[in-house]
């Protein structure tokens, strides 16, 4: 898999005695989380993962040298049962994915680490990221951290139902990939769809809304898709990535900052 974490950053690529040296109560170990699964006929199926490894190689380069904040090996695996039923994807359940982060968290936690970052960019693990930072924190008594997709970036010039329900393989995610690895953009093949339309407000929505209905990708798109690539750009998607890391780098230092709480 092609990665932009650099290598001084890279946690798998320290030895043990390198590992046993670094400072336990400052360290900040970052856990990334995503997906492999159908991204339409235009996208490739490790596109959640090589947009986690992207943003936060990038994040990690503006951080300062002797910060000691260093990338686990990602899960690439997630909870992607929304799109069973298209060829490729390869999805783990609910009990299995929470099940994994446990045992790392445990096997971190053995090793004296105190601080964890979850780092998220699959729409279906985020529910369950939320739950495990704060089951890692009761059990193992880790700091532990929930960070996900782009930090908060706010996509300048996005239609407003682009960002409302460009859920998957959109505009965003066809741009930063086409910023990064072009050539495995198929452009030839965009297609577009959409789960809800925001001129048309309904009751019951597919997220974020106090009253939701449960959804298969099956049900909505039969591409795949859920949004429009067909307005991506390079251009646009180097700028979001800017902007992403910026504000994700912002994240690591806060998160690298934060006291440990009063001990009783």
């Known amino acids: 898999m092609k990665t932009w974490i650099p290598d001084a950053r890279n946690f798998a690529y320290l030895n043990w005695k390198q590992v046993d040296a670094l400072p336990r109560d400052s360290t900040l170990l970052v856990l990334p989380t995503a997906a492999i699964e159908q991204h339409g006929h235009h996208l490739p199926l490790a596109t959640d993962t090589l947009i986690n490894n992207l943003l936060l190689g990038r994040a990690l380069e503006k ?104 859920f998957h393989a959109g505009e965003v995610e066809t741009a930063f990939l086409l910023a990064s690895v072009p050539e495995l953009v198929d452009r030839s093949a965009y297609t577009s769809n959409y789960i809800a339309d925001v ?40 700028l979001w990535l800017d902007q992403a890391v910026t504000k994700l780098a912002a994240a690591l230092e806060a998160m690298l900052r934060f006291p440990d709480p009063p001990k009783p």
């Not at 693990?125 to 089951?135: E, F, K, Q, S, Y």
């Not at 019951?204 to 049900?219: I, V």
Request: charged share 20%; net charge neutral.
């Open 63 to 166: 951080l300062p040298p002797d910060a000691p904040v260093f990338a686990l090996p990602p899960v690439h695996y997630g909870k992607s049962n929304e799109h069973i039923g298209f060829p490729g994807t390869l999805s783990v359940s609910a009990t299995t994915f929470m099940a994994v982060l446990r045992d790392l968290g445990s096997s971190l936690a053995s090793a004296g680490f105190r601080k964890l970052v979850l780092y998220n960019t699959h729409g279906g693990n985020t529910a369950l990221i939320d739950v495990m930072a704060r089951d890692l924190r009761a059990e193992f008594k880790l700091r532990t951290f929930a960070l996900h997709g782009s930090g908060g970036v706010k996509f300048e010039g996005l239609s407003a139902q682009e960002r409302a329900y460009g």
């Open 199 to 238: 001129a048309k407000p309904e009751m019951l929505l597919p997220e974020n809304a106090p009253a939701t209905f449960a959804w298969l990708t099956r049900d909505i798109a039969p591409s795949g898709v859920m949004g429009d690539p067909r307005p991506a750009t390079a251009e646009n998607g180097a």
